[in-house]
Nanobody, 121 residues
Framework: QVRLVESGGGLVQPGGSLKLSCVMP???????????MGWYRQAPGKQRELVAS???????HYTDSVRGRFTISRDNSRKTVSLQMNFLKPEDTAVYYC????????????WGQGTQVTVSS
C-alpha cells in the first residue's frame, strides 16, 4: 500500500519547537489539491486523535489542546503538508501520523508510517 512520507520528528525540551513535514509520493496520481490533509497522533495507551487538518480550500481545524501553538499549512505545488509545533509540552509526546483523504472519493485515504515526537527535559 502506498504511504505518505513523513519527516521532522525528534526529541525536544518543553517549550521548544519542531516542524513535521509530509510529502505525497508520485505513486498517488490524484491531484494533491483534491485532498484534505491531516495530522493525527497516538500516545502510548491512548487512541489516535486528530490534531489538525487543512482542506483543499485551506480551511484549517485544530483540536483544542494545540490551538494557538500548532500551525498546519500546505504547499500544493510541492504536494506537501507541514505542522509547525511551538511551545511543546510533555503531553504532546506521541507518534504523529500524516493522513490524506480525497474530497471526492473517501476510499482514497492514505497514511504515513508515523514519526515520533518526544517532549522531555
Amino acid at each position: 500500500q502506498v504511504r505518505l512520507v513523513e519527516s521532522g520528528g525528534g526529541l525536544v525540551q518543553p517549550g521548544g519547537s519542531l516542524k513535521l513535514s509530509c510529502v505525497m509520493p508520485r505513486a498517488i496520481t490524484s491531484t494533491f489539491n483534491m485532498y484534505t490533509m491531516g495530522w493525527y497522533r497516538q500516545a502510548p495507551g491512548k487512541q489516535r486523535e486528530l490534531v489538525a487538518s487543512i482542506t483543499s480550500g485551506r480551511t484549517s481545524h485544530y483540536t483544542d489542546s494545540v490551538r494557538g501553538r500548532f500551525t498546519i499549512s500546505r504547499d500544493n505545488s510541492r504536494k506537501t503538508v507541514s505542522l509547525q509545533m511551538n511551545f511543546l509540552k510533555p503531553e504532546d509526546t506521541a507518534v504523529y501520523y500524516c493522513n490524506a483523504e480525497n474530497d471526492h472519493d473517501t476510499s482514497q485515504n492514505y497514511w504515513g508510517q508515523g514519526t515520533q515526537v518526544t517532549v522531555s527535559s
